[in-house]
């Protein structure tokens, strides 16, 4: 055993861990068994996530907030429940800027929609500019793109050095007065890039600046404090952190949520309505029209539930030591080149590489027939793949139940593919 895979011995049980996931027990292609490099896209759920869906189907199917009859009081218990759940895990200060939405897509669709209808001092208009980056997933870039298109706001954006960085050295002309809003990833999910959050939010709060944080890919992986970023919005979505999918959360600042207007209208999101006018109920539900991702939030409010019996900083800490003993091994293979940071300092549990002039999907083809499955593509960022002049990229991204063991079977499956290519 290597010093680096030593390293990883007692973070976390990955043994015990790995026996909570059904689908990692799974065999394909005459009996090889799943190595699941993955989790980036989504995570795997652990049976008691699954068991928290099927109980709530099973006992207390209903619909929230309405009815008075047992089940229904139950069943909106159990949904509020998953608020006040994800409130103490994201470090909320109130419950009730937690806001459901059905993923991280949606919670950056509403913040960009509701600062295209606001009135003064947030409304976004063809006076002023939105700031995002070119490592974005196309979720935080397409919903500012339509916003500016409607509005005749400018778009401006921050680019990416060699090794996979932000390039801030031009932030004072990119963030200016007439900056209505940054939104920007807390970690790329093609890079693996953890972005200085610091530095950028300092520079937007400095000209009045509203900032949104898409941490979809760091609300799994690291302790996620929202009062500690400052940051005004901050989405991520549950089938990423061993919750189901179809449910997303928006945290926002509560003054915010009180000043700025719907997106979306119909029940459960109104105080009065006549045929002249409607009247809005506070935040969340101001936001939550319609029957909500009831079971689904429930499912989430388990994840919660599961990740912080483990622990985030120990989960963190496992991922760091896995991606540091994977940056290890790939960068031995010949003519692997890693798209970003090639050191675990800064940088997240997804790794992105191409495999000399093999395209990426060839790559993933035959590594899925050795029962490795990994991520091949342009992975909804198509402008990084752009900026470093590659058409896509074979990404492998880790978890909490990621082993070394699971590297070596990627290493090895890439030598398979240098051998199957010549």
Same mark, same amino acid.
């Given at each position: ?15 015990? +861990? ?23 896209a ?7 996530v699954?068991d ?5 189907y ?19 218990a ?31 669709? &509403? ?16 006076? $002023? ?13 397409v ?14 954006? %921050? ?14 002309e +990119? ?5 209505k809003?940054?939104? %920007? ?7 693996g ?6 530095? +950028?939010?300092?520079r ?10 898409d ?17 005004? %919005?901050?989405? %991520? ?7 189901? $999918?179809?449910?997303?959360v928006?945290?926002?600042r509560?003054?915010l949520l009180?000043?700025?207007p ?17 009247t ?8 939550e ?28 800490q ?14 031995e293979?010949?003519? &692997?080149?890693?798209?970003?940071? $090639? ?11 191409t495999?000399g002039?093999?395209?990426?999907h ?40 990621s ?6 079977a ?13």
């Amino acid at each position: 055993m290597t010093d680096a895979r030593q390293g990883l011995s007692g973070l976390l049980d990955t043994e015990a +861990i790995r026996k909570d996931f059904p689908l990692l027990d799974r065999t394909v292609h005459d009996g090889k068994k799943v190595v699941y490099l993955d989790s980036a896209a989504t995570s795997q759920k652990p049976r008691q996530v699954l068991d928290a869906l099927n109980t709530y189907y099973e006992r207390h199917n209903a619909n929230v907030h309405r009815g008075v009859y047992t089940i229904a009081e139950e069943a909106t218990a159990l949904y509020e429940g998953a608020r006040d759940k994800v409130a103490a895990f994201i470090n909320a200060p109130s419950r009730d800027e937690v806001i459901f939405t059905k993923n991280a897509s949606e919670s950056l669709n &509403l913040v960009a929609n509701m600062l295209g209808w606001a009135d003064e001092p947030y409304r976004v208009d063809r006076d $002023t500019e939105i700031v995002t980056t070119e490592m974005e997933h196309h979720s935080n870039i397409v919903p500012w793109q339509l916003l500016a298109q409607r509005t005749g706001a400018k778009l401006k954006w %921050f680019g990416i050095t060699d090794d996979g960085r932000l390039d801030l050295s031009n932030i004072d002309e +990119i963030i200016t007065e007439k900056t209505k809003i940054v939104s %920007f990833t807390l970690v790329s999910n093609i890079l693996g890039t953890v972005n200085p959050v610091e530095q +950028i939010i300092r520079r937007a709060q400095q000209v009045g600046a509203l900032v949104c944080i898409d941490a979809s890919q760091a609300a799994p992986h690291m302790v996620l404090d929202v009062q500690a970023l400052q940051a005004d %919005f901050v989405a %991520f979505t549950g089938h990423k952190m061993v919750g189901p $999918t179809g449910i997303g959360v928006l945290w926002g600042r509560q003054e915010l949520l009180e000043d700025l207007p719907p997106f979306l209208g119909g029940g459960e999101m109104i105080e009065t309505v006549s045929m002249h006018s409607s009247t809005y109920a506070p935040a969340p539900h101001k936001f939550e029209a319609g029957t909500p991702p009831i079971a689904q939030a429930v499912g989430l409010g388990a994840a919660v539930d599961y990740l912080t019996s483990i622990g985030m900083e120990k989960i963190h800490q496992h991922e760091k030591a896995i991606t540091e003993y994977a940056l290890k091994r790939l960068l031995e293979v010949p003519d &692997l080149r890693i798209i970003g940071p $090639t050191t675990a300092e800064d940088r997240g549990a997804a790794i992105s590489f191409t495999l000399g002039d093999i395209h990426p999907h060839d790559v993933g083809q035959v590594l899925d027939e050795q029962g490795v499955a990994v991520r091949v593509g342009h992975h909804c960022a198509r402008p990084v793949c752009l900026r470093y002049g590659i058409p896509a990229t074979t990404r492998a991204s880790f978890y909490l139940y990621s082993t070394p063991a699971e590297v070596d079977a990627l290493v090895d499956g890439l030598e398979h593919v240098r051998n199957f290519f010549g």
